[in-house]
């Protein structure tokens, strides 16, 4: 599968962002989704992952209440809803994918940046 991720941008603390990450490929239910940031001088962290099929999400703790991923079956894409945004979110965001059965990530979106102004 090739990922592309899409709408990050700058939004003032307190607001709202959603991020897109569309999906090419073929049988996508032999995948798990997940998104992934990295903050300046830090490493990358999950987030949180959605199975293609069927669509059972997690999250991490830190971001679970203010967080949401869905996917859209139509436009073979997944989102990451962002709100109540702080300023420790700011980081630079990406989809990744892996088969079901794997340890590894093995397709990575180019990365979208999110900044978030106090």
């Known amino acids: 599968v090739q990922l592309q991720a899409s709408g990050g941008g700058l939004v003032q603390a307190g607001g709202s962002l959603r991020l897109s990450c569309e999906i090419s490929?073929?049988?996508?239910?032999?995948?798990?989704m997940a998104w992934f940031r990295q903050a300046p001088g830090k490493g990358r962290e999950v987030l949180g992952s959605?199975?293609?099929?069927?669509?059972?999400?997690k999250y991490v703790d830190s971001v679970k209440d203010r967080f949401t991923i869905s996917k859209d079956n139509a436009k073979k894409a997944i989102s990451l809803q962002m709100n109540s945004l702080k300023p420790e979110d700011t980081a630079v965001y990406y989809c990744?994918?892996?088969?079901?059965?794997?340890?590894?990530?093995?397709?990575w979106g180019q990365g979208t940046q999110v900044t978030v102004s106090s």
């Open positions: 990744a994918a892996r088969l079901l059965a794997a340890d590894q990530y093995s397709a």
């Open positions: 490929g073929h049988t996508l239910s032999r995948y798990l």
């Open positions: 959605i199975r293609w099929s069927p669509p059972i999400t």
